[in-house]
């Protein structure tokens, strides 16, 4: 059988709802005796749902396979098409994995960066939007909502 394109995007939602469920232990509790509420009820929400239709679009994927006008449909997989979605899947991993040793500054921007050279933006674009959104997103969490997000190596310096 060969891979098609319902099969790549559920391996994408499994792979963003894994890498959600593995920060998200790290969030802080909510309420004392309710074990529901907090910083990590919603993106366990999302995660949760991105399985769900991760497993229905692999699913999809295997009946459209079978069936005689999607059989005829399969194309094996361009190289190009699957190495970026490898390096897209090893993006993703690295973010989560050196989110918390790194911190959020560094993690974020790199993560940003070769993710938007990734899709084919210009690397001074993608600098200044890297930058931008790291910006925005440190103003709005980190100060207006006190969230603390991650310093990482930046720690060492007193950052």
């Given amino acids: 059988m060969k891979i098609n394109r319902e ?4 391996l994408v939602c499994l792979a963003i709802a894994a890498a959600a469920l593995a920060i998200t232990p790290g969030f802080p509790e909510g ?3 309710v074990n ?8 366990n929400v999302l995660a949760y749902l991105l ?12 009946r459209l396979a079978a069936s005689p006008a999607g059989a005829a449909r399969t194309t094996r997989m361009d ?7 490898l390096a897209f899947l ?34 001074l674009k993608s600098a200044l939007f890297s930058t931008l959104y790291v910006a925005v997103i440190y103003l709005l969490f980190g100060q207006l909502f006190t969230i603390g ?4 190596i930046l720690a060492i310096l007193g950052i």
């Avoid at 099969?7 to 559920?10: E, F, K, L």
Wanted: no cysteine.
């Fill in 7 to 10: 099969h790549i995007v559920g």
């Fill in 31 to 33: 309420q004392v005796g």
């Fill in 36 to 43: 529901l509420t907090g910083p990590a009820f919603f993106p």
């Fill in 51 to 62: 399985i769900i239709l991760g497993v229905l679009q692999g699913i999809a994927g295997f």
């Fill in 79 to 85: 190289p190009a098409v699957l190495k970026r979605v």
């Fill in 90 to 123: 090893a993006l993703v991993f690295s973010f989560v994995f050196l989110f918390e040793p790194l911190g959020y500054f560094p993690t974020t921007f790199i993560f940003l960066f070769l993710l938007m050279m990734l899709f084919g933006v210009k690397p």
């Fill in 149 to 152: 997000l991650p310093s990482g």
